[in-house]
């Protein structure tokens, strides 16, 4: 099993890095199957693989962060604006999923992947229509995207990109602070499910609350290097096509989801 943690590290990397995603996208739905082959506990599956992804984002968000910095692409204004909104909103978006039922969690994330399908297959990165809000308005932008991205284990790149394009911050800003902006929410998320999992009776062995450190250790292991290659090939392969493979195999996804 080990094995399958490894490669899907490995898937989850190379779409981040071709699509410009959170991996959680993948992770998650592949960690429910595979939790659910291995005969965890179905009401504790979702919960564990939720949690293990956003302890994964902690090192790919890092690493990205880094590499932004490094550019000096970040707009710090912006992550500042965004931080205290975003705090707030992981720490509740995380409370919630771990008082939700196994069943509405899964179809809730279901859902998620079906509208993310949607736009991976139809959308486009939203013309600017206004600027920022004030100090208030993105305090709440910040907590929906902490919220949503803790909630599904996502690293927040998926919202808050097509947000701040939204709202005229350029396409290299946009990026970059949604990587800044994916480390707290892992941090926040995966602190929260280790707290709200901590005393769970029904959670396998080499669990830390509602992350399973095997699953988490060869995750990291192989996501940072195909999110590098990922990040090459997305320059030489077609995008259009990319991204409609990649919307089908979220809409098979869901409907897996949906249907056991």
């Not at 079906?114 to 208030?136: D, E, H, N, W």
């Not at 808050?160 to 998320?189: D, Q, R």
């Not at 005393?199 to 450190?213: I, K, N, Q, T």
Request: charged share 10%; net charge positive; with cysteine.
């Amino acid at each position: 099993m080990f094995l399958s943690f490894l490669l899907i590290g490995a898937a989850a990397g190379l779409m981040s890095g071709l699509f410009g995603i959170g991996g959680g996208l993948v992770i998650v739905p592949v960690l429910i199957g595979s939790f659910g082959a291995m005969g965890f506990a179905s009401e504790s599956a979702i919960h564990l693989a939720i949690g293990t992804s956003l302890a994964s984002i902690i090192i790919t968000a890092s690493s990205a962060s880094y590499a932004h910095y490094c550019r000096g692409s970040i707009d710090w204004n912006i992550v500042k604006r965004l931080g205290g909104g975003i705090v707030f909103g992981s720490m509740f978006g995380a409370w919630v999923a771990t008082r939700l039922h196994a069943d509405h969690l899964t179809n809730y994330f279901a859902g998620f992947l079906l509208v993310m399908a949607l736009y991976m297959a139809f959308g486009r990165t939203p013309k600017a229509q206004r600027s920022l809000p004030g100090p208030a308005g993105t305090s709440l932008l910040g907590a929906i995207v902490g919220c949503i991205s803790a909630m599904f284990g996502i690293g927040g790149g998926t919202i808050t990109f097509p947000s701040l394009s939204w709202y005229g911050v350029s396409a290299p800003k946009a990026v970059a602070i949604s990587a800044v902006c994916g480390l707290p929410i892992a941090l926040v998320g995966t602190v929260a499910y280790i707290y709200n999992g901590w005393h769970e009776a029904d959670l396998p062995a080499w669990s830390l609350g509602y992350v399973y450190l095997p699953a988490w250790l060869g995750i990291v292991l192989t996501s940072s290097i195909f999110a590098r290659l990922g990040s090459r090939l997305a320059y030489r392969l077609p995008a259009k096509r990319l991204k409609q493979a990649f919307a089908l195999l979220l809409l098979v996804m869901a409907i897996k989801l949906l249907i056991e």
